[in-house]
């Protein structure tokens, strides 16, 4: 069946560091992966996309990568911010299919 | 411009009784989707449409029914509530890029607690 994991773990950085969130998935071919952020009590907001013929996209200060031969996407977030503290959802979508499928999300806490 | 809107924000059912969850976009957009969320599991998809009138089974539809008479609306019932059924459930829906063009971004509603007792 489709699998989506992502670091269970809650990331913990400093302000200032870059934070790295990982995704990675199991029989599927995406032809797009987004990043949602997610705060808490509130619903997802997208963040960005990334299609599949693509290896890296920047908006800002996040930066995504997506290699389809390993089948992983990492999500960086450069010089974080305590504002930046969320949990993180990566997704897939394939155009063929109607249905985006989420991952379990990575809470991100960043220490001022 | 609201987004999309939920209804009820909060709601605590006993077992067996029946509920619906309203959602209304203003954005014209075509596909919507209810998803539950839980702890460590991650957005699940229970049901969406994909215009007017539609409907199709998402990856958890069981004990739940859906509706889509207008476009702007999208109604998920319980019609004999579970205690597994106590969720987070959230509304969302995307627009049509065109055909083979869809990217699947998704506009989230601010969600629905609901309790199961």
């Known amino acids: 069946s489709q699998k989506i994991e992502q670091n269970s773990e809650a990331l913990n950085i400093q302000e200032g560091k870059t934070a790295t969130l990982t995704c990675n998935y199991t029989n599927y071919s995406p032809a797009y992966l987004q990043w949602y952020r997610q705060d808490p009590g509130r619903g997802p907001v997208f963040l960005l996309l990334i299609r599949e013929n693509e290896k890296e996209k920047r908006k800002e200060r996040l930066k995504v990568t997506f290699d389809t031969t390993l089948k992983q996407s990492l999500f960086h977030i450069t010089a974080s911010q305590p504002a930046d503290s969320a949990t993180y959802l990566c997704a897939l979508y394939n155009t063929g299919g109607f249905k985006t499928i989420f991952g379990a999300g990575t809470r991100l806490f960043v220490k001022a | 411009n609201a987004g999309v809107t939920q209804t009820p924000k909060f709601r605590v059912l006993k077992t067996g009784q029946s509920m619906t969850l309203l959602c209304a976009q203003d954005?014209?957009?075509?596909?919507m989707y209810w998803y539950r969320q839980d702890p460590g599991m991650g957005l699940r998809l229970i049901h969406y449409?994909?215009?007017?009138?539609?409907?199709a089974k998402g990856e958890v539809p069981d004990g739940y029914n859906v509706s889509r008479l207008k476009k702007q609306n999208f109604l998920l019932g319980l019609e004999s509530a579970a205690p597994s059924q106590t969720s987070v459930y959230f509304c969302?829906?995307?627009?049509?890029?065109?055909?083979?063009?869809?990217?699947?971004?998704?506009?989230f509603g601010e969600g629905s607690r609901l309790t199961v007792l």
């Open positions: 449409s994909v215009g007017e009138g539609t409907t």
């Open positions: 954005m014209n957009h075509e596909y």
């Open positions: 969302a829906s995307s627009y049509w890029r065109g055909r083979g063009s869809n990217t699947g971004e998704l506009f």
